[in-house]
C-alpha cells in the first residue's frame, strides 16, 4: 500500500513501523508517530465527511484541536465505539477503525449533495427557531431526518468494555500547553522545588516547536524540547501529563483534565489499565500557555477538501513528512505564513503563488520569496476556489486598500491546494471559563484574555505575543512569577536566542470579498462545522439579530465540538461589519466548558456499576442475603422488604409475615433507625427543647416516644428516645432521616444554645438492633436471657433494661411500632449476626418469622402509627396528625417549632387532617396519592380534598387499609368521599379513626 | 449502669461468641507495592471535652497515656493511638476487648463537661500500606495526600469516595482508614478496584 502524499524523508514519524487501519470501510497504512488525520492524508484521502446542513464534501483543515470536519467514529467494535474523535487529535495505532459521522446515506456518493441542496432550502438560518415555530407540526418532519443526516458521531449500542478512572491532583503552579512558551514556565518553576504539573492536549510536547525550523541556541528547535523535557522528567516535583487536555477552568483554581492514556496503543485497554482518566486538580497557581489556532480566511468555495490552514500545512509536512498536495497556493495577510510556502517548495513541491492581501508590504519574507522564485502577489486575494470534488484551481483578483472589495479582474490559477492565514486568535477559552470576558486588542488582532478572575497567569501567544523569543521569555517569567506566588525561591530560567526575521504588520482580513455580494456569490463558510455561511450571519443581522449571543444562536456559529475556535473570530468580524460597528463593541460568546469533547466514561470514571453508589449493611445483611430477602433502598442501606418463600407472590409473603407476628411472633432488621447517643448535664434540657412533647421528668429505665419539627411547626422526624442515665440519653430517628437529624441537633446547639453542656454522637452503626414482635415475644426472650426480669409488672411497655441476650451484654427496649408485645434488643454490632442467628435457634418453634420494611409498614399501619416523611410532607403539624398529646405547651424555656404551629395558618379551620380511610369495597386497596373528592360527578376541575399517604391490604384485619390527610378530617369521622382515579374507577371510601386494630393498645401492653 | 448519670456498659460476650467484624467476608490482599486488610474488632473510643478545661486534658492524659494531639494531629504508644477529629473529638483506637476498661479508666480521671462513647461495634480499621497506597487514595479522596500536605502522624477526616473516612498516615508507605460499618463493605469494594491497577488480590 502506498502513501501517495508521504515525504520519503523527515518528519517525527517512525517509517521502520508502518501500521494498518481502516477508514470507512477501505484500508490504508500509515506510519507509528502519526495522527490518523495526517495518515490520511498522507493516502490522499480528500473526503472526510458530509456537512451538517448542504451535505457538501469535506476535507481536513487543520492539525489540532480546531479541526472543523474530520470528526470520526472510532472503534472496531460495538462495545469501543467512541464518537466526536477529532482525526488531528487520535494518533495512528496498527488495527485502528474509523467511520465518517456525518454523511447520509452514505460519504462516497452525491446523493447527499442533491438532498442537501433541496434540504439547505428547508434549513435556513435560524432553522431551528423557525421549524420550532411555524409549522409547529414541522419540525416531527424534519427532526429525523436532520438527526440522521447531521449526526457527529452515535452512541455505542453495547456496554463499554473498558474502565474510566479519576485521579486527585494538587500542584503548586500547573502549566497548561507545553509549547515554547510552556515548557520553559515549566523550568523556571520547576526549579524552585514547586510541585508542577505541566498538560499537554498532544501526544509529543513542544507545541509549534515540533515543526518548526526556526534555530534555538544554533540547534534545532525539537532539540531544546527534548533537553528540557528530560529536565523535567528527571525531577521528582514534576509531573508531566501529554495527552492531556486541560477541559475546564472551573472556581478555586480547579481545573479537569481529560487524559487519554490507552487510546493511542489500541482499540481496547490493556488489562488493568484505565483507558482514560480525569485529572480533578486544584492548583495554587494556573499559568496559561494555551498558544493560539490560526484563522482561516473566508472566501467563495472554501470549503472544498484542498482548503487549508496555512501552518496545519507546515504541521503536516515538516512533523508528518506530508504533503497533501502538489502545487499550493498561499493566501495571507501576514508574514509568517510566508514560512508556509517555503516549507512546501522545500517539501519539492510547487508553490504556484503567494497571495498576499497587503498591498504595500516588503521585508525579509518577501525578499526570500523572490530570492526563491516564488511569485507573489501583493494587493491580493483569492475570491474563489473552483473545482467540484476538490480544489483545482483559485480565483484570485486585486483588492482595493482595506480589502473590502475587489478592485481588478480575476484570473483562475490553476492548484490542488489553498492554504489561507488571517493571523491568529489567541486560545482564550480556558480564561473565560473562569468568567472572564475576552477583550479585543488590535495590536494582536484578535480577543486576548480579559480580567483575571482566578490566580492564573498567561504565558506567550495566548496573550498575543507570537515572537518566538518572546513567548520563550514570557514563559520563564511568569512560571517564575507563579512559583514565587506560590511561596517558592524562583528566578525565570534563561532562554535560548532564536534567530528570527522581523514580520512587517499583518493586515486585519477576516473574510475575501466576491465581485458578486456575499449574498449572490458562492457559498463563503465562516464555521465549517455548522455550515455557517458568510451571507447567514449577514441575514441574521438583517434580520434584527445584533447582539452577537443572538447571532449565535440564530445561527448556530459556534455550537457543537467547534466551540468557535476556527470560525468564531470571523464571524465577529462579518457581523461588526454588517451591524457598521467594531469588533470590540461587537463582542464575543462566552466559551463554556469543556474545551473539547469528554467522554462519558471519564466523567464517570470507577462511579459506576456496583460502585455507583454506596450500599449500607447492617450486620445482620449476610444472613437476609443467604434467606431470599428482597431488598429495599433506604437512603443508603439496603434494608430487607420481604422475605419471600418459594413460589409465593409478594402480597402471599406479606400476608404470611404480618399474620405470623400477630399469631406468634416476628422479627425485623431494626439496625438502620438513627441512633444519637447524647450525653451531658444538660442533654435532658437539650432534648425537650428539640422534641414538641416533655421529658422533664423521664426517668432512668425510661422511654418516650417524641415528635421533631423545623421551626415552622411541621413534624420533620420522630421516634423514641430512651433515658439511659441522668445526663444520657438514646435518641432513636427515622432511617432516612438520621444523618439530618444528628445536624440539626448540632446546628441548634452550636449556634443558638452553646451554653447548654451537651455532646451528641452517632451510633447508629455501632449497635445492631433486632425487634421481636408478637405474642410469644417474652417467651422467645426468656429462653435466651436469664438476667432481666421479664415479668409485665417489672419489665413494663415503655421501659427499657440492661442484661444479657444470647451470651451477648444487650439494652433491650420494651417499645413497639407494631402494638404487639414487642422487645428491641441493641447488642454491639460485632455480635449482632450471632444473637439474630441465636434467636432464630430457639424461635423455631414459635415460628419465629424474619418480616421486612413492608410488612413493618403494614403492621404499623394498622396501629395508626406514622412514617415520617410518609404521611407527612413538610406541612403536616403534630395537631394534624391528631398528634396534639405529643405536644406539651408549657415547657419553661419553649421549644421548636411552638410559635411556628400557632400561625394564623395552622390554627385556622379547614386543615388537612390524617384520618383513616376504610374502602367500601374491602378487597380495594386505594392507590397511595389518590385524591379525594366528595362529590365524583362534579365537573373538573374538581375541589379536592386531599391524598391518600399510606395504603395497605392487612391479612389480620381481612381487608384493606388506609391512612390519608382530609380537609377537616377529624370532624369528618363517618363521612362518605370518593377517589377518583386514573383509569375512570372511583372509589368510595369511609373516614374513620386511624387506628384500626386494638384500639386500647392491649396487646402491646400484655 | 456504673452511675445514675451515664450509663457505662460492658459490651463483651462471653468467649464463644463468634465475633464477626465489619468486613470478616474479607481477606487481606497484595498486590505490587500495595497491602489491604482489616484491622479487625480494635476498640474505638470517641471522647468529647474542652481543651481549654486542664482536667480535662490531664484526665485524657493520665488514662491514656498520651497528650491530646492538635490540630489534624495524632499521639500514639505501643497499643493506642488518639486521634483529632474535631475540635473538641478525639478517637481513641485500640487493642480489641479493652473499651469498658478504658472507658472506665477515662471516667475515673474525667470530671465535668465530657464525653466517653464507645463505637467499637460502629466503626472499623482498613490498613493501606506499600509505595502505591499513595496513588490508590489519589483516586479515592480529594484531599491532599503528597509528602508535604500529609506526613506521617497527620489525621484528616474527608469525602471518600462517596462516602468518608478517617485517614491517618501512620509511615512513609504506611496509612490507616477509619471507616463506619455500615460503608466498610463498599469502601472495601472501592479500594479493591482501584488496587486492581496493581495487581491487588488475596494473596496464597
Not at chain 1, 495526517?38 to 480528500?46: H, I, Q, T, Y
Amino acid at each position: 500500500m502506498t502513501q501517495p502524499n508521504r515525504l520519503n524523508s523527515g518528519g517525527r514519524i517512525d517509517r521502520d513501523q508502518p501500521m494498518q487501519f481502516e477508514f470507512n470501510g477501505r484500508r490504508y497504512s500509515g506510519f507509528q508517530g502519526d495522527t490518523l488525520a495526517s495518515a490520511m492524508l498522507a493516502n490522499g484521502v480528500d473526503l472526510v465527511g458530509r456537512s451538517f446542513k448542504y451535505g457538501r464534501r469535506r476535507g481536513i483543515v487543520a492539525a489540532g484541536a480546531e479541526e472543523p470536519n474530520a470528526i470520526l467514529q472510532l472503534g472496531a467494535t460495538e462495545a469501543t465505539q467512541v464518537p466526536n474523535v477529532r482525526a488531528t487529535q487520535q494518533e495512528l495505532f496498527d488495527g485502528l477503525v474509523a467511520q465518517p459521522t456525518s454523511g447520509w446515506p452514505s460519504l462516497n456518493t452525491d446523493a447527499l449533495g442533491m438532498v442537501g441542496k433541496v434540504f439547505g432550502s428547508l434549513l435556513p438560518p435560524g432553522f431551528y427557531y423557525k421549524t420550532f415555530m411555524f409549522p409547529r407540526f414541522g419540525w416531527k418532519l424534519y427532526e429525523k431526518y436532520i438527526r440522521k443526516a447531521a449526526g457527529f458521531g452515535r452512541s455505542p449500542r453495547a456496554e463499554d468494555v473498558d474502565q474510566y478512572d479519576h485521579l486527585n491532583q494538587h500542584a503548586d503552579v500547573l502549566i497548561v500547553g507545553a509549547g515554547a512558551a510552556g515548557l520553559a514556565a515549566a523550568l523556571s518553576a520547576a526549579r524552585s522545588g514547586a510541585r508542577v504539573i505541566l498538560a499537554d492536549e498532544q501526544s509529543e510536547m513542544g507545541g509549534s516547536l515540533l515543526h518548526s525550523r526556526d534555530l534555538m541556541g544554533g540547534k534545532p528547535a525539537t532539540q531544546w524540547v527534548a533537553d528540557t523535557l528530560a529536565e523535567l522528567a528527571g525531577r521528582d516535583n514534576v509531573l508531566l501529563l501529554p495527552r492531556s487536555t486541560v477541559n475546564g477552568y472551573h472556581d478555586h483554581n480547579f481545573l479537569t483534565i481529560h487524559e487519554r492514556r490507552t487510546d493511542h496503543i489500541a482499540d481496547r485497554a490493556p488489562e488493568g489499565m484505565s483507558r482514560q482518566r480525569l485529572h480533578r486538580v486544584r492548583a495554587r497557581w494556573v499559568v496559561l500557555a494555551t498558544g493560539a489556532h490560526e484563522r482561516p480566511l473566508v472566501f467563495a468555495n472554501n470549503d472544498l477538501p484542498g482548503c487549508m490552514l496555512a501552518s496545519a500545512v507546515s504541521t503536516y509536512l515538516n512533523r508528518y513528512a506530508v504533503a497533501p498536495g502538489n502545487k499550493l497556493v498561499l493566501m495571507t495577510a501576514n508574514d509568517y505564513a510566508y514560512r508556509t510556502a517555503f516549507d512546501w517548495q522545500d517539501a519539492g513541491r510547487d508553490v504556484v503563488a503567494i497571495v498576499d492581501s497587503r498591498a504595500d508590504v516588503s521585508g525579509h519574507y518577501q525578499e526570500e520569496a523572490k530570492r526563491r522564485g516564488i511569485a507573489v502577489l501583493l494587493g491580493h486575494g483569492v475570491i474563489e476556489a473552483r473545482g467540484s470534488k476538490k480544489v483545482t484551481g483559485a480565483v484570485v483578483a486585486s483588492l482595493n486598500a482595506d480589502g473590502s472589495a475587489v478592485a481588478g479582474a480575476s484570473r483562475t490559477l490553476s492548484c490542488d491546494l489553498i492554504a489561507s492565514s488571517g493571523g491568529w486568535s489567541p486560545v482564550v477559552h480556558l480564561s473565560a471559563h473562569t468568567g472572564s470576558r475576552p477583550v479585543w486588542n488590535d495590536d494582536v488582532l484578535g480577543f486576548v484574555p480579559g480580567e483575571t478572575l482566578q490566580q492564573m497567569k498567561t504565558a506567550g501567544a495566548v496573550k498575543g505575543s507570537y515572537d518566538l523569543v518572546a513567548c520563550l521569555r514570557d514563559g520563564a517569567e511568569q512560571g517564575a512569577e507563579a512559583a514565587k506566588l506560590a511561596g517558592f525561591d524562583a528566578t525565570p530560567a534563561t532562554t535560548p536566542e532564536v534567530d528570527s526575521w522581523p514580520e512587517a504588520k499583518a493586515m486585519a482580513l477576516y473574510s475575501i470579498p466576491h465581485t458578486q455580494p456575499n449574498s449572490r456569490a458562492p457559498k463563503q463558510f465562516v464555521d465549517l462545522q455548522n455550515d455557517v455561511t458568510a451571507a447567514a450571519i449577514e441575514l441574521a443581522t438583517r434580520e434584527g439579530f445584533e447582539s452577537i449571543e443572538h447571532v449565535k444562536r440564530y445561527t448556530a456559529m459556534g455550537f457543537g465540538t467547534d466551540q468557535g475556535k476556527l470560525g468564531n473570530i470571523n464571524g465577529m468580524a462579518i457581523a461588526a461589519k454588517s451591524l457598521g460597528q467594531s469588533i470590540p463593541d461587537t463582542g464575543t460568546t462566552i466559551f463554556r466548558p469543556n474545551y473539547t469533547p469528554v467522554t462519558f466514561g471519564a466523567v464517570v470514571g470507577r462511579h459506576c456499576g456496583e460502585l455507583f453508589e454506596p450500599e449500607r449493611y447492617t450486620a445482620m445483611h449476610d444472613w437476609h442475603v443467604q434467606h431470599g430477602a428482597e431488598f429495599e433502598n433506604v437512603g443508603q442501606w439496603k434494608r430487607p422488604w420481604y422475605y419471600p418463600k418459594a413460589g409465593e407472590t409478594m402480597q402471599q409473603a406479606l400476608d404470611r409475615e404480618c399474620l405470623a407476628t400477630r399469631e406468634s411472633i416476628g422479627i425485623l432488621d431494626a439496625s438502620t433507625l438513627g441512633k444519637i447517643d447524647i450525653q451531658g448535664k444538660d442533654a435532658r434540657e437539650f432534648i425537650g427543647r428539640i422534641y414538641t412533647n416533655a421529658w422533664a421528668k423521664l426517668a432512668v429505665g425510661k422511654c418516650r416516644y417524641g415528635l421533631m419539627c423545623h421551626e415552622d411547626g411541621m413534624v420533620f422526624d420522630d421516634g423514641v428516645t430512651s433515658c439511659l442515665g441522668e445526663n444520657h440519653f438514646l435518641m432513636t430517628t427515622t432511617t432516612g432521616g438520621a444523618a439530618g437529624v444528628l445536624e440539626w441537633l448540632e446546628l441548634y446547639h452550636q449556634t443558638e444554645w452553646p451554653e447548654l453542656e451537651v455532646f451528641m454522637n452517632t451510633v447508629t452503626d455501632h449497635w445492631a438492633t433486632m425487634t421481636i414482635a408478637g405474642p410469644n415475644a417474652r417467651k422467645l426472650l426468656a429462653e435466651l436471657c436469664d438476667d432481666i426480669d421479664l415479668d409485665k409488672d417489672s419489665f413494663k411497655f415503655m421501659d427499657w433494661r440492661q442484661g444479657t441476650v444470647a451470651g451477648v451484654p444487650a439494652r433491650v427496649f420494651r417499645i413497639s411500632f407494631t402494638g404487639e408485645l414487642s422487645y428491641e434488643i441493641n447488642v454491639q454490632a460485632n455480635y449482632g449476626l450471632h444473637v439474630w442467628e441465636k434467636l432464630f435457634e430457639h424461635g423455631e418453634k414459635y415460628n419465629l418469622t424474619p418480616y421486612g420494611t413492608e410488612s413493618m409498614h403494614i403492621l404499623r399501619a394498622e396501629k395508626g402509627f406514622i412514617i415520617a416523611g410518609q404521611d407527612t410532607d413538610g406541612s403536616v403539624h403534630p395537631y394534624d396528625l391528631n398528634h396534639g398529646w405529643a405536644v406539651k405547651e408549657d415547657k419553661p424555656f419553649s421549644f421548636i417549632g411552638k410559635r411556628g404551629m400557632k400561625r394564623e395558618d395552622c390554627v385556622r379551620e379547614g386543615r388537612k387532617q390524617l384520618v383513616g380511610l376504610k374502602t367500601k369495597d374491602p378487597k380495594v386497596v386505594l392507590p397511595e396519592g389518590a385524591q379525594a373528592v366528595d362529590d365524583p360527578k362534579q365537573p373538573l376541575p374538581m375541589a379536592m380534598l386531599g391524598h391518600v399517604t399510606s395504603s395497605y391490604y392487612s391479612a389480620n384485619l381481612g381487608r384493606s387499609i388506609a391512612m390519608g390527610l382530609i380537609k377537616d378530617g377529624l370532624n369528618r369521622n363517618g363521612d362518605t368521599i370518593y377517589y377518583p382515579l386514573s383509569n375512570g374507577q372511583v372509589v368510595e371510601a369511609e373516614i374513620c379513626s386511624t387506628i384500626f386494630l386494638d384500639p386500647k393498645g392491649d396487646r402491646q401492653n400484655v | 449502669m456504673s452511675d445514675t448519670f451515664t450509663a457505662v456498659m460492658d459490651q463483651l460476650p462471653t468467649a464463644d461468641v463468634l465475633a464477626r467484624s465489619p468486613l470478616y467476608q474479607h481477606s487481606a490482599l497484595r498486590g505490587d507495592g500495595l497491602q489491604l486488610q482489616e484491622n479487625a474488632l480494635a476498640t474505638q473510643l470517641v471522647i468529647r471535652g474542652n481543651t481549654d478545661d486542664a482536667s480535662f486534658v490531664q484526665g485524657v492524659a493520665k488514662a491514656t497515656g498520651l497528650a491530646l494531639p492538635g490540630n489534624l494531629q495524632s499521639e500514639a504508644n505501643n497499643d493506642w493511638r488518639l486521634r483529632w477529629i474535631a475540635p473538641d473529638e478525639w478517637l481513641l483506637t485500640g487493642p480489641a476487648n479493652a473499651a469498658f476498661t478504658m472507658e472506665t479508666a477515662l471516667r475515673e480521671n474525667l470530671s465535668g463537661h465530657y464525653a466517653v462513647i464507645n463505637v467499637s461495634g460502629g466503626q472499623t480499621l482498613v490498613r493501606l500500606s506499600g509505595a502505591n497506597a499513595r496513588a490508590v487514595l489519589m483516586k479515592s479522596c480529594p484531599y491532599d495526600v503528597h509528602d508535604r500536605n500529609f506526613p506521617a502522624g497527620k489525621v484528616v477526616s474527608t469525602v471518600f469516595a462517596k462516602s468518608q473516612a478517617i485517614i491517618s498516615r501512620l509511615g512513609d508507605d504506611e496509612w490507616e482508614l477509619v471507616v463506619r460499618r455500615s460503608f466498610a463493605d463498599y469502601i472495601w469494594r472501592w479500594l479493591v478496584d482501584a488496587g486492581q491497577e496493581f495487581g491487588l488480590s488475596e494473596h496464597a
